[in-house]
């Protein structure tokens, strides 16, 4: 089992959208950088565990825990020549671009980033990184429990 965390802006998709979509399960779209999309295709297997992070927000942080609930498929987006993720180059025969599915599994309490930022265990997460801009990174056993624990969700939540 493996553990990502994934930044989704809330006015977008929050946390609270995947609770109330049918079984809390949502598809993760519009990833368009290309080591994003290779862990999707790549290394991301169902059942691996999710840190649903909001980003671009007043606050962000982790909002919750989910568990990645689909193999990777096509981003029917990339498609839509009204989307905003509209890829011209990519085709239907050749996609470039690929969603998982994720469903929601426990809540918790909101961990904003600027108190991961203050945890020494965390200190080596791939969010909190200078530079770091990624969409989904990759998170160590220790970081996921960590966080678990600071959210005060039990271990076995994913």
């Known amino acids: 089992m493996r553990y990502w965390l ?13 609770v109330n979509a049918p079984g809390k399960t949502v598809a993760w779209f519009g990833v368009r ?8 295709r790549d290394q991301m297997q169902v059942g691996d565990g999710v840190l649903f992070y909001h980003s671009s927000c007043a606050v962000p942080g982790v909002a919750g825990i989910a568990k990645v609930a689909s193999g990777a498929y096509a981003d029917a987006s990339q498609f839509d020549p009204g989307s905003h993720y509209f890829d011209p180059k990519a085709t239907r025969e050749q996609p470039r671009w690929i969603s998982v599915d994720v469903t929601a599994v426990a809540e918790g309490r909101y961990l904003p980033l600027t108190e991961m930022r ?4 965390l200190e080596d997460m791939v969010l909190l990184q200078k530079g770091s801009r990624l969409s989904i990174s990759p998170v160590t056993k220790g970081q996921w429990d960590k966080v678990l624990d600071l959210m005060g969700v039990p271990a076995l939540a994913a």
Do not use: I, L
């Open 6 to 18: 994934m930044k989704s802006e809330p006015d977008e998709v929050s946390f609270a959208d995947v």
């Open 33 to 40: 950088n290309y080591q994003a999309r290779n862990f999707m």
């Open 118 to 121: 203050g945890v020494p265990e």
